[in-house]
């Protein structure tokens, strides 16, 4: 999967010498982790919004270069989940994790991790399409700039080669320097994953990247994780049971503990498994009526 | 049954009711609140154009102050001019920037922390201190120790303009989408670098036309300028020393004076403080245009 990729690259931008664009586009990740290992590993994980229990013990792991959807109704956590991958929730008031949440073996909510460096490894794509009110080069380009890239040349170089891998080079290459906003939906999330993209991140987190898109942008961004997918290792909430059986290797199915005294709802992961056996041969009841459209 | 049966005669009709007099009740109010409020609007532009335009002139916004018995084809208002540039251009150095800190402080860092509540209100009530109040305030603490200036002035305009660049930038803060600042986090970005690469640039627009429109209002004011600067004939170009005047205290001394020649300058003066005013709302209008490009 790595040799026609890199072959392709370089052909694309054939003025620069190839081995230049070799040293770019191999994955760091790549070389020093063979291809299966864990990226994350969650041990009783449960996250709290002041005293209140999102999500209770979660324990899984996710493995490199795989595609893991979470799946399961709505408010069972699965996002919230999401987020504490890469320390999103940090952002929101009261958010408090308990456990344990190993990313490449070290704590991810050890004291002197800073979120910052987390994310800048740990990239995410959101539910609703938000690029910048600037223009498309520019909204590419954010990423790298904020982490020091000025050299004109090797931005170009980034944008283009973020925008390809987004499938979206062909679509706005005549209009880089026009709003990101002017685009399509499909075409605006799109651009967002190529954002995401520019840093070479080692994870992309994706939060229901389709629930806003039309059967052929879900198609387009389907089509595009699968081509990605042997340079990152993705993590994708969705709502829709056949995006996850279409695009993932793994899948966590969470549900929703009701508590009948104090009216609260807390999620849970019931079940985790390659996504063939957890859809054809699911061990648990819950998963079982989940899946076969008899609940949720 | 009815529906098997076909074509029926529907009537779409808005059957005769309370609820569409109703409606042409409101419609009518509002309409008639809306002619009484630009009515005083009206009668404002038009006396002062009228009693004010014949005595324009290049002479009338370039020359000395004369004495006021002298006719009103003498001389001018230039120191006048000169000093409210200098006092408001002053007041907006010392005012805006602190004001657009501070509401960056209040929206982005504060959060639900004591200091920020104390500051936001207290904020609020600045607002609602009378001009002529904050005029003794700056008379009482630098006028008494350092006598009549521009710059004591400026101080009396920037304390007036304080809480109102705080409010509307604050409020342009406010209505920058949460989704933003996340997909900014997500790319590793820090909370300085959010709030300089994609929060302000995203309200620039609104910040600078209500800094704008502030600057506006503290040309038009009188009082806080009564103990601040005094009123001279001569042009002052030492904003820092010595006293100083401005138009709308000129309009002020020239309208309670008996003599018609000064009369007619005092109506000159207003006109161009509400030309200048116009200027200043015309320039806030084309910024934000200009900053809207790409929210388009």
């Not at chain 1, 013990?57 to 069972?76: K, Q, R, W, Y």
């Amino acid at each position: 999967m790595e040799e026609p990729e890199q072959y392709a690259v370089a052909n694309r931008q054939s003025t620069e010498p190839a081995v230049q664009q070799q040293l770019e586009v191999s994955p760091e990740s790549g070389a020093s982790f063979a291809p299966g290992e864990s990226v994350f590993e969650t041990r009783n994980v449960s996250i709290f919004y002041s005293s209140f229990r999102a999500v209770t013990d979660v324990s899984l792991t996710i493995h490199e270069h795989e595609i893991t959807a979470f799946i399961g109704p709505s408010g069972c956590g699965k996002t919230t989940v999401l987020r504490t991958l890469n320390r999103m929730n940090d952002l929101i008031v009261g958010a408090r994790v308990e456990g344990e949440v190993e990313y490449r073996g070290a704590p991810l909510y050890a004291k002197d991790v800073s979120p910052i460096a987390v994310r800048r490894r740990i990239g995410m794509v959101f539910q609703k399409p938000n690029p910048f009110p600037k223009s498309v080069y520019d909204n590419v380009a954010y990423g790298p700039r904020i982490n020091g890239e000025r050299n004109k040349g090797r931005l170009d170089e980034i944008v283009e080669r973020s925008l390809r891998q987004a499938a979206l080079w062909d679509e706005v290459k005549d209009r880089l320097h026009k709003s990101g906003l002017g685009l399509s939906g499909g075409q605006q999330q799109r651009l967002c994953i190529a954002r995401t993209l520019a840093v070479e991140p080692d994870v992309v987190l994706m939060d229901e990247p389709c629930s806003a898109l039309d059967p052929i942008a879900t198609g387009a961004i389907e089509d595009l994780m699968q081509e990605i997918k042997s340079k990152y290792t993705i993590v994708i909430v969705t709502h829709n049971m056949q995006q996850a059986t279409r695009v993932s290797d793994r899948t966590a199915f969470f549900s929703v503990l009701i508590n009948e005294q104090s009216d609260t709802r807390t999620g849970v992961l019931v079940e985790y498994d390659r996504t063939a056996k957890l859809f054809q041969d699911p061990r648990d009841s819950r998963t079982r009526a989940y899946v076969t459209g008899r609940m949720g | 049954m009815a529906a098997m049966t076909g074509q029926q005669n529907v009537d779409l009709r808005e059957p005769p009711s309370w609820r569409r007099t109703k409606n042409r009740i409101a419609t009518i109010l509002m309409l008639t609140a809306f002619v009484l409020t630009i009515i005083p609007l009206g009668f404002v532009l038009f006396t002062v154009i009228s009693k004010g335009a014949s005595i324009i002139s290049w002479q009338f916004l370039t020359g000395s102050i004369p004495p006021n018995v002298l006719p009103a084809s003498v001389g001018g208002m230039g120191p006048a001019i000169v000093g409210t540039i200098e006092i408001t251009a002053l007041a907006t150095v010392m005012a805006v920037p602190l004001g657009v800190l501070g509401a960056i402080y209040l929206n982005e860092y504060g959060g639900n922390r004591l200091l920020a509540k104390v500051i936001g209100f207290m904020s609020d009530v600045m607002t609602g201190v009378p001009s002529i109040v904050m005029g003794l305030f700056i008379f009482s603490i630098w006028v008494l120790h350092f006598g009549y200036s521009g710059l004591a002035g400026a101080l009396a305009l920037g304390c007036l303009m304080l809480p109102i660049v705080i409010r509307s930038t604050y409020e342009m803060l406010r209505l920058v989408p949460d989704p933003l600042r996340e997909a900014s986090y997500a790319l590793g970005a820090s909370k300085a670098r959010v709030t300089v690469t994609v929060v302000l640039p995203a309200a620039i627009g609104g910040i600078v036309s209500g800094a704008l429109l502030a600057v506006a209002r503290a040309a038009g004011e009188t009082a806080p300028l009564l103990f601040t600067i005094l009123t001279v004939t001569t042009v002052n170009r030492n904003v820092f020393s010595g006293a100083n005047t401005s138009l709308p205290s000129q309009i002020f001394a020239n309208a309670s004076s008996p003599y018609v020649g000064a009369q007619a300058r005092g109506w000159g003066a207003a006109l161009t403080l509400i030309a200048i005013a116009f200027i200043l709302m015309i320039v806030a209008r084309l910024i934000t245009a200009r900053f809207a490009r790409y929210l388009r």
